[in-house]
């Protein structure tokens, strides 16, 4: 059974601070994607990631794929409370079906 | 465009009552799922349709069931309500597999 595990659970900081949460497997995937999602809200794609090693940024937001692709880790740079919510990595678990991890609840206090 | 519409936001049902939850995108996706969401956990994929007529279970199938008669609709059949299906229900849409785009969601509270 493929498994998608984030670290940390929760976490709370003040802003202008800088703060990396991980996605972590034992398995390959062929694509990860991360997700963020507000109370009450479905979640927002953010980014897919599809080759190894690779890095792609948006905005004060970096994504990195692990070279073996069982990895990705979201670094934000400069945190602010816009950045608080629900951050989900996602990755395909064979044919079309699609596995989430738990998430990191992000905190960004003022 | 509306993207993914939901409804009802929320709901209670009694035990052993039955329901549909809505969902429409009007994107022209081929790709549409259903996931519930529990308390501190990720998204579980119930059931997902890769396009008009063709369905197919996901993770956690028991207790529903989908139809896809259409490119934009995929409704969801509670048809035996148990309070284990208190959740929150998204749908979503893609058009290519691994990109989704998902609904506000449908709060259920079965008691």
């Known amino acids: 059974t493929q498994l998608l595990e984030q670290s940390p659970q929760f976490l709370s900081i003040q802003e202008g601070e800088n703060l990396t949460v991980y996605c972590n497997s034992s398995?390959?995937?062929?694509?990860l994607q991360w997700y963020r999602q507000e109370p009450g809200e479905g979640p927002v794609l953010l980014v897919t990631?599809?080759?190894?090693?690779e890095v792609k940024k948006l905005k004060r937001l970096t994504f990195q794929f692990g070279d073996a692709r069982k990895d990705s880790s979201l670094h934000i740079t400069a945190a602010q409370p816009g950045d608080t919510g629900l951050y989900l990595c996602?990755?395909?678990?064979?044919?079309?079906?699609?596995?989430f991890g738990a998430g990191t609840r992000l905190f960004v206090k003022a | 465009n509306a993207g993914v519409t939901q409804t009802p936001k929320f709901r209670i049902l009694k035990i052993g009552q039955s329901m549909t939850l809505q969902c429409a995108q009007d994107?022209?996706?081929?790709?549409m799922y259903w996931y519930r969401q529990d308390p501190g956990m990720g998204l579980k994929l119930i059931y997902y349709?890769?396009?008009?007529?063709?369905?197919d279970k996901g993770e956690v199938p028991n207790g529903y069931n989908v139809s896809r008669s259409t490119t934009e609709d995929f409704p969801l059949r509670l048809e035996l309500a148990a309070p284990s299906q208190t959740s929150v229900y998204f749908c979503?849409?893609?058009?290519?597999?691994?990109?989704?785009?998902f609904g506000p969601g449908t709060r259920l509270t079965v008691l």
């Open positions: 979503a849409s893609s058009p290519r597999w691994n990109e989704q785009f």
């Open positions: 398995s390959v995937f062929s694509s």
């Open positions: 990631v599809v080759t190894g090693g």
């Open positions: 996602a990755g395909a678990a064979g044919g079309f079906k699609t596995i």
């Open positions: 994107m022209n996706h081929n790709y």
């Open positions: 349709s890769v396009g008009a007529g063709i369905t």
